[in-house]
Structures are given as C-alpha cells and as structure tokens.
C-alpha cells in the first residue's frame, strides 16, 4: 500500500517540477531565441544562443517527457546544468531567500535530479524499462 503512495507522490512531483520548467520555457520561447540569447548575454552566460536554444529546449520539451515520466534521468540532469546556470550567472548575488533569490532553481535543481532518477511505476521510464528490470532482477535471484 505504501508503495502506491509513493507512486502517486512521485507522479505528482514530476507533474509540478515539470509545470514549472515549462512555464518558465514558455516565457523564453515568447521571447524568441533571440531576446532569450540577448538576456544571457547580458548576465554573463557564454555562448548565448547556444544555451538560448539549450535551456528553452529543455525546459519545454524536458518538462513534458519529465510530466509523462520518460527519459526522466537525462531530464533531471538537463534540469540541473539549467538551474545551476540561473543560480550563478541571475540569482547568487540575491543570496538564498528574498527578492531574486537563489531558493527555488536550487530547489528544481535537487528536485529535478532527485524524482529523474526515481520515477515511479507511474511513468513511461517504469513501462519501457523497469518491468524488464525488476523480471531479470527475480530471474537472477
């Protein structure tokens, strides 16, 4: 029975980490490649339209693969190089707490890596790849 709640907590953590990045995807995409590349330009962050094109990508496309629970550990990674940017090159100098601060693409970050790499059995990652998994896993016990 635990493991039902379990599942259903992780399914929820997917859908609300996931609904965040895409609606800060989504404001980037509204900006074009373009005004997004000129903002890291300005903050500092190398290669701006490479990473324009990165984060944007991740943050829509990610976020809905990390909602449907597929590839969830590539995501959550990409979720990482994408928050710890914002943290260092936008939010550091806020401090954690406060107007700009750092808290929450620190919590996303650790969020993100965490739930990417435990999923559930309510995703796609669990449908395709973990009922394989668990089969060997009692063949070779």
Do not use: C
């Not at 324009?52 to 909602?67: C, N």
């Amino acid at each position: 029975m635990f493991a039902r709640f379990k599942d259903v907590a992780l399914l929820l953590g997917r859908i609300g980490v996931g609904v965040v990045f895409l609606a800060h995807g989504l404001q980037k995409w509204e900006n074009g490649i373009d005004g997004t590349a000129k903002f890291f330009e300005q903050t500092g962050i190398p290669l701006p339209t490479l990473a324009a094109i990165f984060a944007i990508a991740v943050e829509i496309v990610g976020a809905i693969l990390f909602i449907i629970g597929f590839l969830t550990p590539l995501v959550g990674l990409g979720f990482v190089v994408v928050s710890v940017g914002a943290l260092l090159s936008v939010h550091l100098e806020n401090g954690l707490t406060g107007q700009g601060g750092y808290e929450l693409v620190l919590v996303l970050a650790v969020a993100g890596l965490a739930i990417g790499f435990n999923a559930g059995k309510l995703s796609l990652d669990h449908v395709l790849f973990g009922r394989k998994r668990e089969a060997k896993q009692l063949q070779d016990a």
